[in-house]
Every structure is written in C-alpha cells, then in structure tokens.
C-alpha cells in the first residue's frame, strides 16, 4: 500500500502506519515532483486544510481508494468527485473540538480585554494602562451559530463564565441545547442579542456569506464576532467595514476566504484579533486526530471497515462489524442474479427484512448495485461506495423498501429484483452461521444454497431422472460436486417460471470456473434443461 500524507501530521500518524510491513508512507517533504505524479500509485491520500484535492487532482489518482482529512472540515475536498471515482473520504470528528473551543474562549477574552495591544504596546516600552480598561464576559450575551461538537464545548466553557447563551441550529435537538445551558432562538435574534457572537458551522451554500452587510444591520451596536471556522462564513469586506464605522466592536478571525492570509481588509485595524488557522492545532489534537484518521484509513485498506466517512453515513466499528457479513452476501446476492439474468437493466428493487432493515442500509445496497454491476459488465468500476452514484448515472431507478418485522422470526433477508428489458428476476439471501451467505429463493423458487465458490444454476423440468443425469455429466467431466440444492416451482410463485419447472443450484469443486465450461455445455445437451449458468463468486 502506498500512502502518501500531503499535509504534516504528527509523528503519531506516521508510526501507525509504519507498523504495516510493506506500507510505503510519502511524507510531504519527500514530495518532489508534485502531489499529482506522487498520487499516480497511491492508495491513499492524507490531507488537511491546506491541500486542495479537486476532481482534478482525482484525476491522476487512479488507485487511490481513500482520502484521510485529519480533522472536521472537508471543504477543500471535491466529495462529489471522490464519491463518482469510488474513493472513499474521511475526516475525525470530534478530535480537535476542545483545541477549538479553548482558542474561541481566549479569543473572547482576548476581544474583551484586549490581550494582544496590552501585549504589543508593551513590548514598545508603552505603559498604557487607561486606554486598555476592558469588559468582563459575565452576564454578557453569547450567541453561538452550530451547536456540533465545538459549539457544545464553547457553551459549557461559557456557562462557566457566567454567560447567557442562545444558540441557533436548525438540526439540534431541543434537549441537547438545553443540557448545555443553550436558549434555541431563530437566527435573526442571535443577530439582534448577541454581544458575542461565534461561528461553528461547515461551509455549505446555507452557511457562506452568514456574516454580510444585511445580518450585520440588524446586530447589536458593539457586538464582537468570532470565528473559527471557515473564512466563507463571512464577507469580508462587509464585516471591515463595519468594524470601521464602530457597528460592530470587534472580531477574532482564525479562518479566511485565501488561506494563507496574503492581504485583507482586517489588516491594521486595531480591534480586529487575526490568527493563521490554528484554533485545532494543538499537540493533544493533532495526536488525537492522527492516531484516529491513521488506523481508519488502514482498518479501510485492510479490512473495508468504513468509519467516519463523509460520503457514506458515519457507522461505528461495532455497526460494521454487524453488518459486514451482509455487505459480502449483497455483493454477491447481486452478482448470482445478474449472471442469471440476461436483458438490460431498468430498475434495481432491493428490499431489507428484519434487523437488517433497522441499521444503515446504504453499504449493503451499494455492495449489492456493485455486485450486479460487476456482472453485468466485466470493466465495472462500481464499487460500494459509488455504485448508487454510477447507477443514477446511467439512468438505472433504485428502489429501496425496509420492513424491520417479519412474522416468523425469519431473521435478516435481502431482496433484489431486477427489472430488465427482458422481465423482471428476483433473488433473495440471508447470512447463516454468523459469515456464511445463503441463496434462500430465486425467481420464486424456493432453495438454500451457499453463495460462495462456483456454482451451475440449472433450470430444469420437474421430471424424473434429470438429476441424475446432472450428477453423472459433472462426474464424467471430473467435476466434483460440494453441495447440490434443489428448489420447484409451486402455482402462483411466479410469473416468470412455469409451473413444471425445478431449480438445482450445484457448487462445484474447481479452481477456476472456466475448467467447468466443458461440463456446463454438455448439460446444455440435456433435453430437460431449461437454461444453465456457471456463476464464480469466490471463495469466502
Ligand atoms: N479553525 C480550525 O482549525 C477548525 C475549524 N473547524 C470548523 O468548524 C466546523 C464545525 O466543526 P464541528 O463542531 O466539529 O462540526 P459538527 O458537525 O459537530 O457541528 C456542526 C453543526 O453545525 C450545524 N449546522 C449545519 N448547518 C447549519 C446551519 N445552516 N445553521 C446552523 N447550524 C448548522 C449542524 O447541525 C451541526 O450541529 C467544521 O465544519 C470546520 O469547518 C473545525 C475544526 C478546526
Ligand atoms: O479540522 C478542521 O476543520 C480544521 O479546520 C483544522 O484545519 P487544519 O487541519 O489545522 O489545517
């Protein structure tokens, strides 16, 4: 595995992934020739706020299977185009929240009391006592846009303050706000109350601009703003020259549109707090969120555990776990029906019943869209975490319906049916003893077989005598059978195969599928077959 860290990271990072044999780890000093050639054989990419990973710089990545941000904010990350390519993208939520946090509060009291100008007249052998009486925070107003992770943790720092704090996020519940001492108002009254005012939001189209000439209008005459989240929450121009006229007392800016700051409107204006980006860059952060981001994107490469990604919802390990044997036999309840089923594909029905059905689903119908894809056509490049995506792409409708009770107890069981020019096939499975898939029904027919190996799915007439003869043209072909199941049409189970007719799913002992090509077209000659497949899924 190649990794190629873009950004400096801490040395917690590198040491992760040294523990791998074989890893070879680019640091960013040892980027000679450009982060695009660097990429061309990567098989992961590790970047912060700096690196600008566009569709572009995608583009000369054509291994690349995951990109690592250490640290919250994936602005700078083209997700849309990591997500068309299959690459994987995530971040460490939570890591630097308190990092954040603590510089928001110094920030604060900062504004409140003018630290750096007491400091900086100072060290100019000024003693300037009288023009540097300042506030205390204390039954002050703060006003807080994004009540996340670091929102949280200013409020509780604030509360200790002896702050009233009001709070606005659309997607917050209202206990969480209430726990933490937080008055849910609309935004427009954080405007109108707040004598402080700090922003922890991502940048997204609702958030950028937040901060212009209109919001500023209607703000309390004096209120100091804070901001240490993304520099596009604020207009910058309109906030200087606001900060100019006196409407607004104050500001302390860690984050900006152009990063690093090369000019601004905020330079030389005395009441305007600037720092380059650092309020999550601490040493328990940065260890915190290296260690974090280093052993997701390896648990990725190695096992496809997908953790705090951004482009797929967030699952736990635990979650994961639970249901990574359901990911593998979508994939592969996907590849058998697609192998199965000739015609071109329309519609993808896919349908979860039972515990499967009250988790995350998206991984399982990624795998399974990936599956059928994959079989479909050779050079697929879907994979579970763009096939949905690819699929949209090529017009094909995917319909998802969850039901989380059966009666009967019948465990977790994945549906899919396909709808293609030719009619519609449907196959269902279940996971058994804990990793084993299990073909349960095809076209309506009833069956339990494994989804592993190589398997010959023979439609044949119900009449006697037919396996046998299965039986005696694999062994006079030297094919070894390892399981034979057998399934029959009943009345009124489908549509699609007529009464009369009789499934057998074989699992047959060969290397490779095409050693038993030989034994599937003599049974092709066998009168009472009615259509034959040989389907390799792989060993499990
Ligand atoms: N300066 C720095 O070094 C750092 C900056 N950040 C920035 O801070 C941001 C917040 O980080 P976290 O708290 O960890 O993220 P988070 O995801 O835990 O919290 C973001 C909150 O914003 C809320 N939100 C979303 N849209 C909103 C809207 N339109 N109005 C109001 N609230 C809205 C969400 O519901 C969520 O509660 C990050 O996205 C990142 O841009 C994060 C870490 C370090
Ligand atoms: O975590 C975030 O969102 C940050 O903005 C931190 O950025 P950095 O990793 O310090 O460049």
């Given at each position: 595995m190649k990794i190629v860290l873009a950004e400096k990271v801490s040395p917690a990072t590198l040491a992760v992934f040294q523990q791998e044999p074989g890893w070879q780890i680019v640091t960013p000093d040892q980027i000679k020739n450009g982060l695009a050639a660097e990429l061309s054989d990567a098989d992961a990419l590790v970047v912060r706020s700096a690196v600008q990973a566009d569709a572009k710089l995608l583009e000369s990545a054509p291994k690349l299977r995951v990109i690592g941000r250490a640290g919250v904010g994936v602005d700078n990350i083209d997700t849309d185009a990591a997500t068309h390519r299959g690459i994987v993208v995530m971040n460490t939520p939570g890591a630097n929240a308190v990092a954040v946090a603590e510089l928001t509060l110094g920030l604060m009291i900062s504004l409140a009391r003018a630290i750096p100008r007491a400091n900086s007249t100072m060290h100019a052998g000024k003693w300037d006592k009288k023009s540097l009486q300042g506030q205390e925070l204390r039954g002050k107003t703060l006003g807080i846009v994004g009540l996340g992770r670091i929102g949280l943790e200013v409020a509780r720092r604030a509360a200790s303050f002896g702050m009233n704090i009001i709070g606005y996020d659309p997607f917050v519940a209202p206990v969480i706000a209430r726990e933490n001492n937080v008055t849910l108002v609309p935004i427009d009254d954080i405007f109108k109350a707040s004598d402080y005012l700090t922003l922890h939001v991502g940048l997204t189209t609702q958030t950028e601009g937040l901060i212009n000439s209109t919001s500023i209008k209607i703000m309390k005459k004096g209120i100091r703003i804070i901001n240490c989240?993304?520099?596009?929450?604020?207009v910058e121009q309109a906030l200087a020259d606001a900060i100019k006229s006196g409407h607004v007392g104050g500001a302390a800016l860690d984050v900006f549109h152009q990063e690093p700051l090369k000019e601004s409107p905020f330079y030389n204006l005395d009441n305007v707090i600037l720092s380059?980006?650092?309020?999550?860059?601490t040493d328990e952060a940065q260890e915190a969120i290296g260690i974090q981001l280093a052993m997701q994107v390896r648990d990725y490469l190695k096992l496809g555990v997908v953790q705090n990604a951004v482009n797929l919802p967030s699952l736990s390990h635990e979650e994961y776990k639970e249901i990574a044997p359901y990911i593998e036999m979508a994939d592969r309840l996907g590849q058998f029906l697609a192998h199965a089923t000739p015609g071109n594909l329309e519609n993808i029905q896919i349908s979860y019943t039972g515990r499967i059905a009250a988790g995350k689903t998206d991984l399982i119908r990624n795998a399974a869209i990936a599956g059928i894809f994959s079989s479909a056509d050779g050079g697929s490049t879907a994979n579970r975490i763009n096939a949905a995506a690819i699929a949209a792409e090529r017009g094909i409708r995917i319909q998802e319906d969850k039901k989380e009770f059966t009666p009967g107890g019948a465990g977790s069981v994945l549906k899919i049916v396909l709808h293609s020019s030719d009619g519609d096939a449907s196959a269902s499975a279940t996971v058994l003893h804990g990793n084993s898939p299990r073909l349960l029904s095809y076209d309506g027919i009833d069956i339990e077989a494994p989804l592993h190996g190589t398997l010959v799915a023979i439609r044949n007439h119900d009449v006697p005598g037919v396996v046998g003869r299965i039986g005696t043209i694999l062994g006079e072909q030297s094919v070894n059978i390892a399981n034979f199941a057998l399934g029959r049409a009943h009345s009124n189970h489908s549509q699609r195969v007529p009464h009369g007719q009789a499934l057998a799913v074989v699992q047959i002992d060969v290397p490779k599928a095409s050693s038993a090509t030989a034994a599937v077209d003599a049974l092709r000659r066998v009168e009472a077959i009615a259509s034959v497949r040989l389907i390799e899924l792989g060993k499990l």
């Open positions: 989240a993304r520099g596009e929450l604020i380059p980006h650092i309020a999550g860059a």
